[in-house]
């Protein structure tokens, strides 16, 4: 099959396009940098250069592809992350209607069933409507709960011995690891589907008390503490640290609905699956080989 991979080089899009080029597929890799042109095609697979906000480059290099997979990047410079986000779902969507694919599996997040107070998670609920609305398209909306990479961005607060966030400690989180969502986007690439649907990629699901023990137990700090933030607390120590008012709003806003539990209210809802492999203690691992690199 001809299919096409978005998300260039990221932890999902490579190891991804690794398993469609293992199984004999035309891949081509979609990037906005020219200069990781060498290493998608040392993939053995095919680079096309340009913007997912340019209708007609998507259009030209979807077309005549069996199935594609879409996902939308962060952009830590958008102002109002929700619209961004949403403006990129409808960018596909026309893409996709230009180019007259059939069948996409596009990269959703937990708690995308919500409409508003989830943060950035908002913009990805606006993205779904947005593909959901092309006739005679075959969508999966793989809806993936919080990467495990995430908590790198905690390493300095594990370097202080502790970790937190708006909220408390018996708070639970339903986690993804990135390889085991590029296991799931490439079972569903390589099967046929129709209609709108969804699955869910989860590879854990803990309290912060258990995380925290994990982590520790994993980094060398049996004693990792969880500190519970005000969401003013988390909005300020997130502008301090460098995050725009934008990003650090849209970060304590989805803090507050991990607080109240309403974005595994779908996944529960559905099942409560965990379909991923990657278990916590073994991410723990690769976030203690990455702490010492830090250090």
């Keep these: 099959m001809k299919i096409i991979v978005t998300g260039s080089l990221g932890n999902i899009s490579k190891p991804l396009a690794k398993q469609l080029v293992a199984n004999d597929h035309d891949v081509t890799i979609v990037s906005s940098d020219a200069n990781k042109v060498n290493e998608i095609e040392a993939l053995d697979a095919k680079a096309a250069i340009g913007s997912i906000a340019d209708v007609d480059f998507l259009a030209q290099t979807f ?15 958008a ?9 990129s779902g409808k960018t596909y969507a026309e893409a996709i209607k230009k180019a007259g694919v059939k069948r996409i599996v596009n990269l959703s997040s937990i708690g995308a069933d919500i409409d508003g107070g989830t943060g950035q998670i908002s913009g990805v609920h606006d993205a779904e409507i947005e593909l959901n609305k092309l006739e005679g398209v075959a969508i999966k909306h793989v809806r993936a709960g919080f990467f495990y990479t995430n908590f790198y961005n905690n390493i300095p607060m594990i370097n202080q011995g502790f970790m937190g966030s708006n909220y408390n400690s018996q708070t639970r989180l339903v986690m993804t690891h990135p390889r085991d969502i590029a296991n799931i986007v490439a079972e569903e ?30 980094v060398g700090k049996p004693d990792l503490k969880w500190v519970e933030f005000t969401d003013e607390q988390s909005y300020d120590g997130m502008l301090k640290g460098g995050l725009s008012p934008e990003l650090a709003r849209n970060f304590t806003e989805m803090g507050t609905a991990i607080r109240s539990a309403i974005l595994w209210r779908d996944f529960d809802a559905t099942g409560g699956v965990i379909s991923g492999k990657i278990r916590l203690e073994e991410f723990a691992k690769e976030l203690a080989e990455r702490l010492q690199v830090t250090v």
């Design 79 to 87: 102002t109002n992350y929700r619209k961004y986000v949403g403006d």
């Design 189 to 218: 690439l390589q099967n046929s589907f129709s209609g709108k649907s969804i699955r869910y990629a989860v590879s854990d699901d803990r309290t912060f008390d258990e995380i925290v023990k994990v982590l520790g137990a994993a």
């Design 63 to 77: 077309a005549g592809a069996d199935t594609v997979y879409t996902m939308i990047p962060p952009n830590f410079a």
